[in-house]
């Protein structure tokens, strides 16, 4: 059984053995295949995890290591770099977007892909382009690895009350950490390295400017970076890889959580099954209708599962998606009104300055250093210094700056569609393009450079994000850890959970509160 194909109809013996040969390659499919032990689409679990992100992967590997046998559904692939490896951002393949005929590059110039269900997603809304990732491991596939622990004053005033802050940090914040291999840049590569040219001028312009700088650590390995740099390992993050997938390097989280997850032996993984409809049974079971998908993301079959235990973790669009059709649609009619409030886009803002000296034609995809102005009350930001891997030297410093922007949305339900609506004003990102302008402003006339506005006309790009985040909030639609009101046994544990904006990159602190969350549910609820 190939990696990824969707659960056989019947289990056999033959499919048993084809399931534990590609386990040996991949640690996925044997589980898989030994975790079916009812007929064909209408199979039972103790529990059922639907998403492999980062709110999934502590789900599953704090129930599996609990001892609950557990399924987790994803709609995505399993991407495996040996036999089906990823493509660089310059060269996009069949493993890059999800179902769309053009590739998605928030800036420059997009090539024609495959059609084919690949691992970057992008969601439409009027006014707000949604990024996401799409395969086992979810965001982490695509991200930049950042890893960043945010304020805890900022922490304070979106988290509930009732989050015991001294305990996030001491203990839920480095378990994270430790779990998803987070690690500093080497000081003595970060200073030499050619690879870094970008960020070293970025550094040095921001302080010529007045502004403090941050350090940023992340899950890529540095050790594996330096072997790319001498030419002793295949290059990745040398090699314009990130975005639409590493196949060398980072630690995304098929390798580190749902690695450990599935070593367990009770964490099963069924890709390319994007779960439609969620309902519950006169016992309160949940009942489960999902599509089973082929490699172009086409809908080529059903399924059935049934749990009293379910675990959505589709990310906040994804979740809250599934949650507001439940409502909706009236499968599950008492959940939450505040299902869909307050969605944010975590302030994101892209901006890029022409201009500001030598960059360097060698980049690093992995960005590892911001500009940290969190602390300025008419000017809150921190903005990643990012990389701009063109091969040549563009002279252009690239910025991806997260403001502390309190505009929050509301998503409603299209029932025409079938789907989620969100409205993102223009007037919403007014504080943030006001914000991003002054920061560059201030670069500009410290060091020199103008507005990119090859790269974005209007000098900001202020319409898409890589970070959304909210739809399902920790203690308003959840209780304080996670479990929907009115619902028992249903649980949201990932970035749906988070009020909108939660001022740096935001996979730590989903990975960190999820960790936290799970250690109550299972002490209180799994016993
Ligand atoms: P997520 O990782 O999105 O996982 C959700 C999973 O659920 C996905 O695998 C989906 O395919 C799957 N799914 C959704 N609906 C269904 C369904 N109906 N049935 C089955 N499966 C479903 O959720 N964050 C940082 O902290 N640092 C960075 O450097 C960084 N860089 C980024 C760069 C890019 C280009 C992008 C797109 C994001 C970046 N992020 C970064 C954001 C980060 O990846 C994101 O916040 C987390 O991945 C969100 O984690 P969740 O667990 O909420």
Redesign the pocket.
Known sequence: MPPDSPAPPRITRRRLLQGAAAAAVTGYAASSALGGTVAAGNEEWPAII????????VSGLRLAQRGVRTLM????RYWNPATRPFRPMTDPGPSSVWRRRWNIMPIGVNLPVPFSAGV??REDFPGMKV??????????????????VPRRDHLQEILPGSVDLDDLYARWFPLAQAELGVHAIDPAFFATSPWYQFARLGIDQAHAAGFGTAMVP?VYDFDYMQQEATGAAPASALAGE??LGNNHGKKSIDKTYLAKAVATGRLTIRTR????QISQGPDGTYVLR?NRLNTVGDVIGQARFRTKRLFI???????T??LMRARETGTLPDLPAAIGETWGN?GNIMTARAWVGRTGPKQSTI?VAGIDNWTDRDHPFFA?IAPLPAGIDLMTGLYLAIVNNPARARITWNGAKDNIALQWKDEYDAFSVQTAEYMVDRLNAANGGTFNRLLFPSGTGHDFT????GGCLLGSATDDCGRVQGYPGLYV????LINGNVG????????AL?ERNMARVIAEDFR
Do not use: C, K
Not at 73 to 76: D, S
Not at 273 to 276: C, F, L
């Open positions: 639907i998403g492999s992100g980062y709110g999934g992967a559904l994803e709609m995505g970057l997603g990024y996401v990732g799409h395969g086992v491991g979810g965001g982490s596939l695509v991200n930049g690895g950042m890893a960043v992340n990130v975005i099954h994007q779960v439609q999902v973790n589709g990310g906040s669009l994804g979740t998606r599934l975590n960005p990643e890589y970070h959304p985040l544990m990932d970035g749906a740096v990159n935001p996979f730590l602190t989903i990975t999820a």
